[in-house]
């Protein structure tokens, strides 16, 4: 494959920071589309302790060399200390969808 897409999923506090944080995002060219889901149901250690949250998952279509801007962008606009901000390689992908997702990328 030419580009190195990825999907990137974040997970947000609501579904405004959600929306703050896809909106600079796009507007930035550091994505070219995001789903925002529902709500979900997260369980995680936190500071020692075992939590949970109901958050809002964000899945990001973008390139893996826009990965390092794209975290620095969501990390700025984020409420969470630490923010979940991970990548998986697109393996495969149509043609058709794959030419779109790079004419709206930088």
Same mark, same amino acid.
């Given at each position: 494959?030419e580009?190195?897409?990825?999907?990137?999923?974040?997970?947000?506090?609501?579904?405004?920071?959600?929306?703050?944080?896809?909106? /600079?995002?796009l507007? @930035?060219? +550091?994505?070219?589309?995001?789903?925002i889901?529902? %709500?979900v149901?997260?369980?995680?250690?936190? $500071?020692?302790?075992?939590?949970s949250?109901?958050?809002?998952?964000?899945?990001?279509?973008?390139r /893996?060399?826009?990965? @390092?801007? +794209?975290?620095?962008?969501?990390?700025?606009?984020? %409420?969470?200390?630490?923010?979940?901000?991970i $990548?998986?390689?697109?393996?495969?992908?149509?043609?058709?969808?794959?030419?779109?997702?790079?004419?709206c990328?930088?």
């Amino acid at each position: 494959m030419e580009n190195s897409y990825v999907v990137v999923m974040v997970t947000t506090a609501s579904r405004e920071e959600a929306e703050v944080i896809v909106q /600079r995002l796009l507007e @930035a060219k +550091l994505i070219a589309c995001a789903n925002i889901v529902g %709500s979900v149901q997260s369980r995680f250690i936190w $500071a020692g302790k075992l939590d949970s949250a109901e958050e809002c998952l964000v899945l990001m279509k973008s390139r /893996r060399d826009l990965f @390092a801007e +794209l975290v620095e962008t969501v990390e700025g606009l984020h %409420s969470y200390e630490v923010p979940e901000v991970i $990548a998986f390689p697109v393996v495969e992908g149509s043609k058709s969808y794959l030419d779109w997702l790079g004419s709206c990328l930088r």
